[in-house]
């Protein structure tokens, strides 16, 4: 019996969406409309400014390439991987909700998370109605639980891994992700996401996807070049999983003005990008140092990425921080709510300028 307090498409609707939250992004918490306010926001892992683009945008009359050659090219080359092994996507975003579509029965199959981890694995395996296997992080040093990822083996499709982890900022031993690809042989493909991996190159795992046909590794745009808001990300693979994924993603996803942004991106801004992360790893430094010697600051996770956590005395002295920043408009992330994250905040490496007026609210209080 259809209720009547319900719009046609409440009663329409797949039932689990009803009650679904979506992603809580940093955006949605709060809208970038305050972003030409003299807000700072350091929420969103993000980069501080901006490259110059020009945009020719004569042939935007016509459909774009399903993978524009150009950047497919620049990308192969950045990243040292053969084009065939590779998947321009809107976001590396895009890619784990391909890679979800393409590998799990709906109703039928699971995904595996490691958290404390990034949200959107969960929330792109609901929204298709695959099921969650939460095997935590080892509490004391964040590695994986290589014990309790072997208890599922089988009963999953994928396993997420993220190193550098968000929100955490370490990278998973080498040994570990490698352990976990041998678990998995067969059974499941594990994903490595790579969001931040431009701030740590040397530890890369897309050397692996030559030797193993379960490895896919996601990167992105959005961190360390400074690209957020054009939406690109890329899937690397073999080929017989870039052929699939192929196949579920939208027929022209990547727009003109995208590709040529990111393309030129990929070729005259690599050392740009370069000299960007340098600083924002020498501004990390010394962010961590100082937030180790406040006495409300129990604890600094080491960070190969561009934020850092830390956990506050009590649960009282991370309210009165975030509020603080707050009300000087400075905005960063509470990963308080995060299993094993207790009175945890993540402060994201803005400007040299835009840190130093966070020590000094932190420091006048
Ligand atoms: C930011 C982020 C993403 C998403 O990147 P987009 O390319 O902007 O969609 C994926 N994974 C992790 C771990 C991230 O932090």
Redesign the pocket.
Known sequence: MANSNLTTAEQLAREELLDMVPYQSARRLFASADAQTDKVWLNA?EAPGTGNYQLNASNINRYPDFQPESLICAYANYADISQDSLLATR????G?ELIIRSFCQAYQDNIIICPPT?G?YAISAENHGAGVITVPLKADDLTLDLDGLKQQVAKAKVVFL?SPG?PTGNLLPQAQILAAIELFKGTAMVVI?E??IEFCPDYSCAKLIKQYDNVIV?R????AFAL?GL?C?FTLANPDVITLLSKVIAPYPISAPVAEIASKALTNELTMMRSRVQETNSIKESLAAWLASQAWCQQVFASNANFVLFRCSSANEKTRIFELLLENDILIRDQSKQLQLEHCLRISIGSEQEIAKLQQILSTQ
């Open positions: 892992n976001g590396a975003d895009e784990i990034y959107m993220c968000n996401d969001a931040y996601l992105t745009l959005s961190k957020a939406r990300g």
